[in-house]
């Protein structure tokens, strides 16, 4: 089986840089998604790690670690509207991904 | 181009009542899944199905059924609905189950279901 880990609640300022950690345990890893979902929404394809390293992609950014199972998602120069949950979600050998149970982030001014 | 539609998009049963969600995708994806969310749990798999004819059970498959008689719909039944299965559903499809960026899934809007 897998275990994902994330922390439930963070809260970051306005403008700030904020990172949400998620640690996982699994044979046959594939790869890592971040997802993102508002409130009452679908959630919504953000990033996918498979190799090492940092993922860049405009204010957000994505890491691995596939040897510490760890993976952390960056938010810069925060904004109100970023306020949402995320997920990490762990793809392993031939099932589909599973989903960690989210982080929720408030931004507050 | 409506990417992934459920219906309804809200519904309220009462105990032993059955009703059947509807999922339908308009990417010609060949993978597509169902999964319940709930407050505290996550997303969980409920059912999914790697392509036309089949279907495989995920994380949660008790009290639902699903068939994929077409491969731009996956429907859900309940049977007999129970106060336990109140929760959001969602349906998403992928293109493959290779995982890259290009092959993300895709989710609907959610169906929000109580069960009285």
């Known amino acids: 089986g897998q275990n994902i880990d994330q922390p439930t609640e963070m809260t970051a300022t306005e403008g700030a840089i904020v990172q949400i950690n998620c640690t996982y345990q699994?044979?046959?890893?594939?790869?890592l998604f971040w997802y993102q979902q508002h409130a009452g929404e679908a959630p919504t394809f953000l990033s996918y790690?498979?190799?090492?390293g940092l993922e860049e992609k405009g204010r957000f950014s994505s890491f691995l670690s596939r040897s510490k199972g760890y993976s952390y998602l960056l938010l810069k120069e925060l904004q109100m509207k970023d306020s949402a949950s995320y997920l990490c979600?762990?793809?392993?050998?031939?099932?589909?991904?599973?989903f960690g149970k989210g982080t929720r982030l408030s931004v507050i001014a | 181009n409506a990417g992934v539609t459920q219906t309804p998009k809200f519904r309220v049963l009462k105990t032993g009542q059955s009703m059947t969600l509807l999922c339908a995708q308009d990417?010609?994806?060949?993978?597509m899944y169902w999964y319940r969310q709930d407050p505290g749990m996550g997303l969980r798999l409920i059912h999914y199905s790697v392509g036309e004819g089949t279907t495989a059970k995920g994380e949660v498959p008790d009290g639902y059924n699903v068939s994929r008689l077409k491969k731009q719909n996956f429907l859900l039944g309940l049977e007999s609905a129970a106060p336990s299965q109140t929760s959001v559903y969602f349906c998403?499809?992928?293109?493959?189950?290779?995982?890259?960026?290009?092959?993300?899934?895709?989710f609907g809007p959610g169906t929000r279901l109580l069960v009285l």
């Open positions: 998403a499809s992928s293109y493959s189950g290779r995982d890259s960026p290009q092959e993300t899934q895709y």
């Open positions: 990417m010609n994806h060949e993978y």
């Open positions: 699994t044979s046959g890893f594939n790869g």
């Open positions: 979600a762990v793809s392993s050998g031939n099932t589909p991904l599973v």
């Open positions: 790690n498979v190799l090492d």
